[in-house]
């Protein structure tokens, strides 16, 4: 059995211990938020947080969190960030085929929360290892930059 902490709530499952992380919140807890990509942590489709920083769950094992906090899409849609973020995703037009954004989202709450004012390239550095097969790269570049902005309502 190994216990965690998911979207401030202890949990517990009983996997094998060298289970994707990525397969237990999708298949044993229901968390169909985080998306499968490429397997092998490289597009960042999978990217949840690890005590607030991202990570890839599909290649994390679920025994290295025993312990730790864990949060999911599902766990940051009350998050003031994701809310900024999410409202300039759709003001700049960001999603399109839409199957890499939980991964590009969570790696954007993530920066903001430790850097509520990022330059372009401390952007483009935290978010290199996202892949979007759609290229809408500078749109989310400007939605993060928009949502950083001290004072915007993000209407």
Same mark, same amino acid.
């Given at each position: ?42 597009? %960042? ?89 759609? %290229? ?20």
């Amino acid at each position: 059995m190994i216990s965690f902490i998911l979207n401030n709530k202890k949990v517990s499952v009983d996997v094998e211990s060298d289970t994707p992380l990525l397969w237990v919140l999708r298949d044993e807890l229901k968390l169909k938020g985080t998306k499968f990509g490429c397997g092998k942590g490289l597009c %960042g489709a999978c990217t949840i947080h690890l005590n607030g920083s991202p990570i890839r769950s599909c290649v994390f094992p679920i025994s290295a969190v025993e312990n730790q906090s864990i949060t999911t899409l599902e766990g940051i849609l009350d998050d003031e960030n994701y809310q900024k973020l999410q409202k300039q995703w759709i003001k700049k037009n960001v999603p399109q085929c839409g199957y890499c954004q939980p991964g590009q989202l969570m790696t954007a709450t993530a920066l903001l929360k430790s850097n509520n004012n990022p330059s372009k390239s401390e952007i483009q550095s935290a978010m290199a290892g996202n892949i979007c097969r759609c %290229g809408t790269y500078q749109r989310i570049q400007e939605a993060i930059l928009d949502a950083a902005k001290k004072g915007e309502k993000n209407e």
